[in-house]
C-alpha cells in the first residue's frame, strides 16, 4: 500500500498527516512542546501537504542526498561567506565613520592591500583613535604597534611614514565631538576584528574539508576555482548526482540561464532573479577568475560583449558556460580542457 506523508514544520511543533492513494487520511499527529497553536490550522496544512505529494509527485523533486562530508563543507563554506559579509558590513561602517572625523587615517591606509581591515591598521586605531591621539604618537609607539599586530619587514620605514601621515594638517571636528567620535570608534574596529577572525579561521577549515573530497580535483582544475570558492559551488550543488537532471537546470538554480518570457506577440529574455544567492555570488567570482586563468574564457567574455552584453551580463554568460562544464565534468569524471571547453578559441589560427 502507498502511503504519503505531509509535514507541517514549525519552530515548536510539527504535525503529521498520512494519507493513501485514494485520498482517505490514515493517521494524524502533532509533535510539540505543549505549546498551543494560533488560529492557523496546522493539522490542515500537513493534510494539504500530503494530497499534495499523492497527486503531484512528479512536480516535485527529492531531497539531494548530499554525502556527509559534502554537509559539512556547506556549513563551513556559507559561514564563511557569511563571516565576510559581516566583514565588508563592519569595514564600511568604521571607514563611513571615520570619514566624518579622521580622514587622514583612512588615506595613511588608502594605498596599503586591505585598506583598513589590516591588523596593523587596527592595531594602530585601537591605540589612537582620535587625530589628536594619533598625531601625538612617537615613533616608538607605533613601532610597538606594527609588531604586535605581527609585522616584521619595514618596521622602522613604516612606523615613520605611519607617523608624518598622521601628522599632516586636516579639517577636524571640535574637541569635544572629536572626542566623542573616538569612543565610538573603539567599538567597531572589535566588530571588524571578530569578523575578520571567523573569516580567515573558517576559511582554512573550509579548504581543508574540501580538499578531501573526491569532487575536489575535478572542481579546482577549473580555471577561476580555487579551494575556498570551490567549497562555496560544492557547498550548494552538492555531491548528489541526480539532484540535477540535466546542465540547464543547474543553470537556471544558479541564475547562470536567462528567463524567456512570452505572451501572444511579446516575447522577452531577462536574468533570473529568483535564483540560489550564494551559488551565485560564487560564479560571479569564479568568472571573473576565468578572465585571466583562461584564454577562452576571455575570448567567449569579449565576444559576448561585442554582440551587445554589458560587462556583468558577459560575465554571467560566461559562468554559465562553464558551469555547464562543470556539471559535465562531475558527471563523467573528467578533468576541464581547455580544447573541449573553448574550442573556437583553441582552434583559431595564430596570427601571422
Known amino acids: 500500500m502507498d502511503v504519503y506523508c505531509g509535514i507541517d514544520w514549525s519552530e515548536d511543533h510539527h504535525d503529521i498527516a498520512l494519507v493513501d492513494r485514494d485520498g482517505k487520511l490514515l493517521a494524524r499527529r502533532r509533535i510539540s512542546d505543549d505549546s498551543v497553536a494560533g488560529k492557523k490550522s496546522d493539522h490542515g496544512d500537513s493534510v494539504v501537504l ?4 499523492r497527486t503531484d509527485m512528479d512536480m516535485h523533486r527529492p531531497l539531494p542526498a548530499d554525502s556527509e562530508l559534502a554537509q559539512a563543507i556547506a556549513v563551513l563554506a556559507r559561514a564563511q561567506q557569511d563571516a565576510v559579509w559581516d566583514r565588508t558590513c563592519a ?4 571607514r563611513s565613520h571615520l570619514r566624518e572625523y579622521f580622514p587622514g587615517f583612512l588615506a595613511a591606509f588608502a594605498a596599503a592591500r586591505g585598506g583598513i581591515t589590516r591588523p596593523e591598521a587596527r592595531a594602530v586605531l585601537a591605540a589612537a583613535p582620535t587625530p589628536a591621539a594619533a598625531a601625538a604618537l612617537t615613533l616608538t609607539q607605533p613601532r610597538a604597534m606594527l609588531k604586535k599586530a605581527g609585522r616584521t619587514r619595514g618596521i622602522d620605514t613604516e612606523a615613520t611614514r605611519l607617523r608624518d601621515a598622521f601628522r599632516i594638517p586636516q579639517m577636524r571636528q571640535l574637541p569635544l565631538i572629536e572626542q566623542a567620535m573616538g569612543r565610538r570608534t573603539l567599538a567597531l574596529p572589535g566588530q571588524l576584528d571578530a569578523a575578520c577572525t571567523a573569516a580567515d579561521d573558517l576559511e582554512q577549515a573550509a579548504a581543508e574539508s574540501f580538499n578531501q573530497h573526491p569532487d575536489a580535483e575535478i572542481i579546482t582544475s577549473f580555471p577561476g576555482l580555487g579551494p ?7 557547498a550548494e550543488i552538492g555531491d548528489d548526482r541526480s539532484r540535477f537532471q540535466d546542465a540547464k537546470g543547474l543553470k537556471a538554480y544558479a541564475g547562470a540561464a536567462p528567463i524567456t518570457r512570452a505572451s501572444g506577440k511579446t516575447k522577452s529574455v531577462t536574468r533570473r532573479h529568483i535564483k540560489n544567492n550564494r551559488l551565485n555570488a560564487a560564479g560571479y567570482t569564479w ?6 586563468a583562461s584564454p577562452g574564457a576571455r575570448a567567449h567574455h569579449d565576444r559576448r560583449k561585442d554582440t551587445g552584453d554589458r560587462h556583468a551580463g558577459a560575465l554571467r554568460n560566461l559562468f554559465g558556460r562553464l558551469l555547464g562544464g562543470l556539471h559535465h565534468c562531475l558527471i563523467t569524471g573528467q578533468h576541464y580542457d581547455q580544447a573541449t571547453a573553448f574550442p573556437a578559441h583553441t582552434n583559431q589560427p595564430a596570427a601571422a
Open 91 to 94: 569595514h564600511s561602517k568604521l
Open 50 to 53: 500530503a494530497h499534495v505529494l
Open 287 to 292: 568568472a571573473f577568475s576565468a578572465l585571466t
Open 228 to 234: 575556498l570558492t570551490g567549497a562555496r559551488v560544492l
